[in-house]
C-alpha cells in the first residue's frame, strides 16, 4: 500500500544531512530499525523510490527521516535536498530486518547509523541505555550524525572513529577491521548490529563469526 503524505518540515542536521519531518498515515506504525521506500510526488519521480530508515518513534505524533544527500548525484536524494515544508512523497508500508534483540553493540558507517537512530531513542525512553555501545564511522568528525543527542543517552558508550580527519585526534583514526575490532571487542557472545556501506558489513561479519560471535547474534539488513 503507497501513502502521500504532506512534508512538515525540512532542516539540515550536518553539512550533508537533512532531517524531514512528515505527515504520518493513520494507524501507521512500525518497528525500530525499520525503513519504508520513499519517493517524491512529483511528475517523473513517483516510481523512483529508495529505502530510508525511519528516525521517529511511534509514539511520535509525526514521522521522521534522516536522509544523507548526495547532490553530485542526479539522483533521488538530491532532490529530497531541495524539498520543503509543503512537499509531498510518497511512502510504502514498514520493512526491514534490523530489530532490536538486547544489549550490544551497535557498529555503523555513515548514513548506516539510521536505523539504529529510533532503536537508541527507544531503548532511552524505555529507561537508559547501560550495556549499549555505538560504534560509529564516518569519514570525518563534522560527519558524524546526531552527536550530541548519542552523547547525551546515559549509558551509551559512544566511539567516534574517523578515517580521512588528522584534525579530531581525540577521535579513533583508521578502519573498523579485524584489528580494531580484536582491540575493542572483548565480549564476542553480546549482540552485534552492523549497518552500512555492503562491502563494510560483509567484512565485519565475517570478522566477529571469526571471532566467536553467533550467527544468532549479528543482526544487520539482508
Known amino acids: ?6 512534508i512538515l518540515e525540512a532542516s539540515p542536521v550536518t553539512h550533508n544531512v537533512r532531517r524531514l519531518r512528515v505527515e504520518k498515515p493513520d494507524g501507521y506504525r512500525f518497528t525500530p530499525g525499520q525503513a519504508t521506500l520513499v519517493g517524491i510526488d512529483r511528475d517523473g519521480w513517483r516510481e523512483e523510490r529508495h529505502p530510508f530508515t525511519f528516525t521517529s518513534l511511534n509514539e ?3 514521522l521522521e527521516f534522516t536522509i544523507k544527500i548526495y547532490p553530485d548525484h542526479d539522483g533521488l536524494t538530491a532532490r529530497i535536498g531541495e524539498l520543503a515544508a509543503g512537499d509531498r512523497l510518497i511512502l510504502e508500508d514498514p520493512w526491514g530486518t534490523i530489530n532490536y534483540k538486547g544489549p550490544g553493540t551497535f557498529i555503523a558507517g555513515g548514513a548506516g547509523v539510521t536505523p539504529f537512530i529510533a532503536i537508541l531513542r527507544a531503548r532511552n525512553a524505555e529507561g537508559g541505555l547501560a550495556g549499549h555501545r555505538l560504534i560509529f564511522a564516518n569519514k570525518t568528525e563534522r560527519d ?4 550530541e ?3 547525551a543517552m546515559p549509558g551509551l558508550e ?3 572513529v574517523v578515517t580521512d580527519d588528522d584534525s579530531a585526534p581525540e577521535h579513533m583514526q583508521g578502519f573498523v577491521d579485524r584489528d580494531f575490532l580484536k582491540r575493542h571487542v572483548e565480549d564476542n557472545t553480546q549482540n552485534f548490529y552492523v549497518c ?3 562491502d563494510m558489513v560483509d567484512d565485519i561479519k565475517s570478522i566477529l563469526t571469526e571471532m566467536g560471535a553467533e550467527p544468532d547474534a549479528l543482526t544487520f539488513e539482508e
Open 1 to 6: 500500500m503507497t501513502h502521500t503524505v504532506e
Open 60 to 62: 511520535w505524533d509525526d
Open 144 to 147: 558524524i550524525i546526531l552527536r
Open 149 to 151: 543527542e548519542f552523547e
Open 158 to 160: 559512544c566511539v567516534w
Open 196 to 198: 552500512g556501506p555492503d
